[in-house]
């Protein structure tokens, strides 16, 4: 079959697939406390979900991701871990997942025996009060006890913190030392206008300009060209030897790279995070048993991939760029 290449050149070899909108936390920048979440039967099935990711390794993705909501929450999910993870050596380079921690006590083995290597913790705070405060349900110990179990199980830890204006931007100065001593790395993100949540979100909007400036301060940063295959662009901490990456959409945007696409766990493609075109997928999926339509509903959808999504903190309307939360896209 022939590789995904978008109208401007970029070969697509990199899917990030959302199992499941529901999640065990309520993180105050991703959801409304009173989420409604989607009726079983308009899921993707976990069979339906691996047949999706065996065409795009087919078409050339090289690197798939497994996110949520949070995905270890999905009943069955190892099913799917280990029907995509049997894809790598065969096309598929890389399986990884994004998790809030929660659920790696229980999971994280099965995870490395599947093909996981590395995985993302999404972790915005070290102060247990704090953290309660933005994930409203979650409990810090239990994540703790799934950051301890990631790294007996020999995955390669990444810590994703959103940067959020007044609630953590006094804490990232001992989330680089603790990252320093347990051998994790640390991604920063500016936090994004997508989905509508309780509150004023440009109230938390912190540009990680800043943050980095302040983090000059204390740690020496060296640009190095290290890429993961997604839009963190990353430093060397000198006194560490960890890597620092910045996910910046709102102030220096990470288009013009873009090798991702994104599925939801019911059949929606989104060639852009930030931008509301889509395709069908799942239309073309159980029409036939064949994967024709399906080939030819990814190629179609691909062709219409944009230059840049649409990001914009507008303080006059208070209104999210992308009105779909982030759970429903995948993280």
Known sequence: MSRLVDPFGREISYIRISVTDRCDFRCVYCMSEDMTFLPKKDLLTLEELERVAAAFIELGVEKIRMTGGEPLVRKGIMQLFNGIGSHIGNGLKELTVTTNGSQLSRFADELYAAGVRRVNISLDTLDAAKF?????????????????????????????????????????????????EHGFDLTL??????????????????????????????????????????????????????????????????????NRVRL?????LYMCLGQNDSADLKTPLRASESDGPLVDAIHEA?????????????????KPAVGRHMSVTGG
């Open 302 to 318: 691909i062709s219409r991939k944009p230059k840049g999504h649409d990001f914009v903190i507008d303080r006059r309307q208070n």
């Open 189 to 258: 993100i500016e936090t994004m206008p997508l989905g509508d949540i309780d509150g004023d979100r440009t109230d938390q909007y912190l540009p990680l300009s800043v943050v980095r400036s302040r983090l000059k301060k204390n740690w020496t940063l060296t640009d190095i060209p290290y890429r993961t295959g997604g839009p963190a662009r990353y430093m060397e901490i000198g006194e560490t030897g960890q890597k620092l990456g910045f996910i910046t959409p709102m102030t220096h945007n990470f288009c013009e790279s873009c």
């Open 264 to 268: 939801t766990c019911t059949g929606t």
């Open 132 to 180: 309660k405060a933005i994930t409203r349900w979650g409990h810090f110990e239990k994540v703790m006890d799934g950051l301890n179990a990631a790294k007996a199980a020999g995955l390669a830890v990444k810590i994703n913190a959103v940067a959020l204006k007044g609630v953590n931007e006094d804490e990232f100065d001992t989330m680089v030392a603790w990252c320093g």
